[in-house]
């Protein structure tokens, strides 16, 4: 096995130089991207329809094609999924990620192509072992398993020649043979659907093994911790696995969970790798261990343009390539992409924090913020308040959501927080005024709405014992896979309906 783990090792950092060679050259990269995909799309359907052989520039590609939502993309997606081929892309397509993001009850069924799979997906596989064992020589990674959170597949309903499933499922179902040797639960667990029975079966058929690094969301691996706890009695993760060496984590923002899984897994030797790899494609690696934010990845054949949040509004909002994106400016995120996507606006919203390399990090999503009385407040920038919050106050915290609360009748309006505690803070008054100090010292326009309570008041917040989400998700049968709890919403809608949910099981 150490020999094994010699070769990996080995052969995985060949990659570093590729990836050196594109932040080099990073406009050449994306213009080779464009092309190619071009070429690929202009027998489909849809490069017919938008005159592809016409296009000779990205210039005209803009004007050519509408930046897309789902829901402007979903007749093509429908038709491909019904079984038509050549709509999108001209290889087959039979597999089809579903995003369900958020608790909506509407979802979207990304196409999955074998391009989309090995030269994005997988590649970000690779390259995220590439630059960790490029980043920790010593290694020892591939001497055990790496323990990975799935999601779930079925038969697609409308042609059973396709299949759908959360992109970890998809991308497990079709993992090339070398991976899945160092995988583990078994695929009939990680695929599971029922997600209590999961977590006690990888809890018991994991707990024997040599497990050296972790895959998955925050939330469902301290379930599966915490279960591990349990069975062992035991407070310390590595006295179950002591090789583990590194966690790698996404989906959501770390921040609220870093000192949680410092306490769970309490080593200086272990490692934490962010990864941003959506339904859409695998974006971008945090390839820095002592930087939180994260490399644009550019060969992957993905081709990205970034709309400016402020243009979003418009009937035909100006996008821009990576040679026109400025700092610290809030973008949402376009791409077109080998599974067939162009320009779809995927939904999420990013800054860039370096441009030389391209580094990001992601902020939220377009239609998860608050901005009920001008105070454009981000995830980002309640994620990093909150993490600041209970480090200063020695709390932990497991998931949250904020909503506004809006002017009434002699009084103003405020922000309503539910948040759901590992550990509670102490003092409650306290950690509410800590909170809001630290959201106004991130946010200046929160800070000028809260300037002598003129606009805003401080914030109300419900402090709630841990697992009051799950058992919300699970009343509406949405426990597990992508389906969270979205971190802000602009509405009372979502924060209604918990509150009703908290006070109906209370009663």
Not at 117 to 136: E, F, P, R, S
Not at 455 to 474: C, Q, R
Request: net charge negative; charged share 25%; proline share 4%.
């Amino acid at each position: 096995m150490h020999l094994f783990n010699s070769l990996l090792t080995w052969f995985v950092k060949h990659r570093i130089e590729q990836i050196e060679s594109f932040t080099r050259h990073p406009v050449e990269t994306q213009t080779d991207v464009f092309q190619y995909l071009i070429q690929k799309g202009v027998n489909t359907e849809f490069g017919k329809e938008h005159k592809f052989k016409k296009i000779k520039s990205i210039k005209d590609f803009q004007e050519a094609v509408p930046i897309r939502d789902y829901e402007s993309i979903k007749v093509y997606i429908e038709r491909t999924m019904k079984g038509e081929e050549n709509v999108l892309w001209p290889s087959k397509i039979s597999w089809f990620a579903k995003s369900s993001g958020t608790t909506s009850d509407k979802s979207k069924f990304i196409p999955i192509t074998k391009e989309g799979l090995d030269d994005c997906h997988y590649k970000g596989g690779k390259d995220l072992i590439a630059v960790y064992c490029n980043n920790y020589e010593d290694t020892k990674l591939f001497t055990g398993k790496g323990l990975i959170m799935g999601g779930s597949n079925q038969i697609n309903q409308l042609n059973e020649n396709s299949r759908y499933g959360d992109i970890s499922a998809v991308m497990m179902q079709n993992m090339p043979f070398l991976a899945s040797l160092i995988r583990t639960p078994e695929l009939s667990i990680a695929l599971m659907d029922d997600w209590e029975e999961k977590i006690q079966l990888i809890a018991e058929t994991t707990s024997k093994q040599n497990v050296t690094h972790l895959v998955g969301v925050p939330t469902w691996t301290i379930v599966l911790i915490n279960r591990l706890f349990e069975m062992h009695k035991i407070d310390n993760l590595l006295d179950l696995w002591p090789n583990l060496e590194l966690y790698i984590h996404g989906g959501v923002s770390f921040s609220p969970y870093r000192e949680q899984f410092k306490q769970l897994i309490p080593s200086k030797d272990m490692h934490y790798m962010e990864t941003y790899n959506a339904s859409e494609g695998f974006i971008a690696i945090q390839n820095d261990p002592n930087e939180n934010d994260l490399l644009l990845m550019l060969d992957y054949g993905i081709f990205y343009e970034f709309v400016p949040m402020s243009e979003l509004k418009n009937e035909k909002p100006k996008a821009y390539t990576l040679d026109q994106v400025e700092k610290d400016v809030n973008y949402a995120l376009v791409l077109s992409s080998n599974c067939g996507l162009w320009r779809y606006l995927i939904g999420d919203t990013v800054k860039f924090t370096n441009l030389n390399p391209f580094k990001i990090k992601i902020t939220g999503r377009t239609k998860h913020f608050i901005n009920a009385f001008g105070e454009e407040v981000m995830v980002d920038n309640t994620d990093e308040a909150l993490a600041k919050t209970c480090k200063q106050t020695s709390s932990n915290v497991s998931d949250y959501t904020v909503a506004p609360v809006y002017f009434s009748e002699g009084s103003n309006g405020s922000h309503e927080w539910l948040i759901e505690f590992k550990k509670i803070p102490e003092n409650k008054d306290e950690f509410v005024r800590i909170l809001d100090k630290h959201l106004q010292t991130v946010n200046s326009d929160y800070e000028a709405k809260r300037f002598k309570d003129m606009a805003l008041l401080l914030p109300k917040v419900h402090f709630l014992s841990e697992g009051t989400f799950n058992d919300w998700l699970k009343s509406k049968g949405k426990l597990g896979g992508q389906n969270k709890v979205p971190r802000l919403s602009n509405n009372r809608e979502l924060i209604d309906e918990i509150l009703k949910f908290i006070q109906q099981t209370s009663a």
